[in-house]
Structure formats: structure tokens, C-alpha cells
């Protein structure tokens, strides 16, 4: 079964260092990963997303994540937080299995940050 | 533009009685989506269509009807309602479904409490 995780429910960071919010997935096919945030009482929006090339890819709001295939992970980093990062943060992997293609949620991280 | 506009924001039911929420995009998508969001579980799909004139399940159906009502409007009806489906509610859409490549694009979300 294909499945995404989210291993840290909640993350407290201080203001200005740096975080890593951790995503695995399990699938032996091609798939396509995304990072979506979702501020307080607001929609999700997406953040970045990988589907081909370089494994570094750079979205918004100074975020980054790295695709290591053979780990099955595609962590997202923010090398120095502000306060405007609080937010939950899912990853999401769009496996295509013919026939069976969806979008998949992890549970979500909940990025605090503290002044 | 709008994006993908929700209505009503918040509502609360009773158990047992029926209610209908709106999803509306400009953006010329052909696909919408709705979701619910609950604490722990991430988003999971509740239905989608695809195109104009289509819907398909999703992982969590049960309970809920759909009706895309044109490219633009993708309604989602609780025929009796019950405490189970208190939730968080989305309605997101995308320029194409099947394609994992497209970005999501989500609405404000409905909060509904069913009593």
C-alpha cells in the first residue's frame, strides 16, 4: 500500500535557526512529492514540489527540500525561521500506478516557532 | 480572482439533518476535489471529479453525494448528517486530474459540527 509519513507530529523551533520537517513515502513506482502549508484558519497552499530533475528543489518563503530516492524521503528544510512560519505543514505524494493514481497526505506537521 | 471560493464558513447540524456545501473555482480547472481534515489524519479525499459531468469516490465516500454542477461549481451534500462528520471540509481544484504534475489549489475551508 502506498502510504506518506509524517514522523513529527509538532515541531517547536526558535526564531532564526534552522528546521527540518521529515517525509517518507513507500513506493516502488515513479512519484511525484509535494509540500503543501496550511496557515492558521486558512486553505492549504503549495510550497514546492518535485517531479523530475534535480533532486534540490526551492519553493517559497526561502523553503527547500531534497529528494533521496534510495531513502524513499523527501525532507523539507528552511536553513533560519521567522515567526511567520507557524504553520502546519503536509507532505503529499502523487503516485501514478495505472489505474490507481492519487494524491496522498501525510498527517501533517505542526511548525511552531518560538521568539 | 477568487480561486476556489467556500460556503458557508462554519455550521453546525444536528444529527440527522441535511446540508449542502458550496465550492466554486475561476480558474478554468477541470478537476475539483473535496477533502476532509481531521486532527492526526491529514487531509484524505471524500470525492472528485475529474471533468465536467463526472464524479468518482474517493478513500472516505460514505455519507456524503456530490454533483458538479458545471466546470465551475462542485457542491457536497450530507444527506443525514451525523457526529462522525464533524470535520474540517475542502474543496480544492486542479487544471487536470490524472496528472500528477498539477498543483492543487485549496478554498478557505468549511468547519462543520455535527451535534
Known amino acids: 500500500a502506498q502510504s506518506v509519513t509524517q514522523l513529527d507530529s509538532q515541531v517547536p523551533v526558535f526564531e532564526e535557526a534552522p528546521v527540518e520537517l521529515r517525509c517518507n513515502y513507500s513506493?516502488?513506482?515513479?512519484?511525484?512529492l509535494f509540500w503543501y502549508v496550511q496557515y492558521p484558519n486558512q486553505g492549504l497552499q503549495l510550497l514546492l514540489k518535485y517531479l523530475s530533475g534535480s533532486t534540490l528543489v526551492k519553493g517559497i518563503n526561502g523553503f527547500e527540500a531534497e529528494f533521496n530516492k534510495s531513502q524513499t524521503s523527501f525532507h523539507l528544510r528552511k536553513p533560519s525561521v521567522h515567526i511567520s512560519d507557524t504553520a502546519e505543514y503536509f507532505c503529499?505524494?502523487?503516485?501514478?500506478?495505472?489505474?490507481?493514481?492519487?494524491?496522498?497526505f501525510g498527517t501533517g506537521t505542526r511548525l511552531t516557532i518560538i521568539p | 480572482n477568487a480561486g476556489v471560493t467556500q460556503t458557508p464558513k462554519f455550521q453546525v447540524l444536528k444529527t440527522g439533518q441535511s446540508m449542502t456545501l458550496q465550492c466554486a473555482q475561476d480558474?478554468?480547472?477541470?478537476?475539483m476535489y473535496w477533502y476532509r481534515q481531521d486532527p492526526g489524519m491529514g487531509l484524505r479525499l471524500i470525492y472528485y471529479?475529474?471533468?465536467?459531468?463526472?464524479?468518482d469516490k474517493g478513500e472516505v465516500p460514505n455519507g456524503y453525494n456530490v454533483s458538479r454542477l458545471n466546470k465551475r461549481e462542485f457542491s457536497l451534500r450530507l444527506e443525514s448528517a451525523a457526529p462522525s462528520q464533524t470535520s474540517v471540509y475542502f474543496c480544492a481544484s486542479s487544471r487536470l486530474t490524472g496528472e500528477g504534475t498539477d498543483t492543487q489549489y485549496f478554498g478557505p475551508g468549511t468547519r462543520l459540527t455535527v451535534l
Open positions: 513506493s516502488s513506482v515513479s512519484v511525484y
Open positions: 480558474m478554468n480547472h477541470n478537476s
Open positions: 503529499a505524494v502523487f503516485i501514478s500506478n495505472f489505474g490507481n493514481e492519487k494524491l496522498t
Open positions: 471529479s475529474a471533468s465536467e459531468g463526472t464524479t
